[in-house]
């Protein structure tokens, strides 16, 4: 039925309900399961701040994407792991950063993905609720079909 299923995950509950049914799905159809984590930018900048003070004291440095990676690598890695046990044998991950309605849509487009499964609800902040949910976002600028996982 779908070829190519994108999971949004950000380490919430309901985005790890949102991987679960995704891999029954994937695993079912023996479809690809691709999963997205999107860094806001201003969370980014944050990180960036906390590393900097890092980077003086250790003599590291740190590049955009390695920030990026070091703030999606947990999410992601138990994300597939939860997938991978379910029996899905095609998964790959990937990071972003920006709005993750958007980001998300985007990336769906990118990959080529036939389905967005996204979580009702994630650790959104207060900027996530004045302007409308992730998956309203996603539901809205996707091209695809979206299933919202509760």
Do not use: W
Request: charged letters at 25%; proline letters at 2%.
């Amino acid at each position: 039925m779908y070829d190519h299923i994108l999971v949004a995950v950000d380490g919430s509950r309901h985005a790890t309900q949102a991987v679960e049914v995704a891999a029954e799905m994937a695993q079912a159809c023996g479809s690809r399961l691709s999963l997205v984590h999107v860094t806001r930018n201003a969370s980014f900048r944050k990180l960036h701040e906390e590393v900097a003070a890092v980077e003086r004291s250790e003599h590291f440095e740190f590049s955009n994407t390695d920030l990026l990676e070091i703030v999606g690598h947990d999410v992601l890695a138990e994300a597939e792991q939860l997938a991978r046990g379910r029996g899905v044998k095609q998964v790959d991950t990937g990071t972003r950063i920006g709005r993750p309605g958007d980001e998300v849509a985007e990336h769906a487009e990118a990959i080529g993905a036939d389905l967005i499964v996204t979580g009702t609800r994630g650790l959104s902040d207060l900027p996530g609720i004045l302007l409308g949910s992730v998956s309203h976002r996603i539901i809205h600028l996707a091209t695809v079909p979206v299933l919202v996982v509760r």
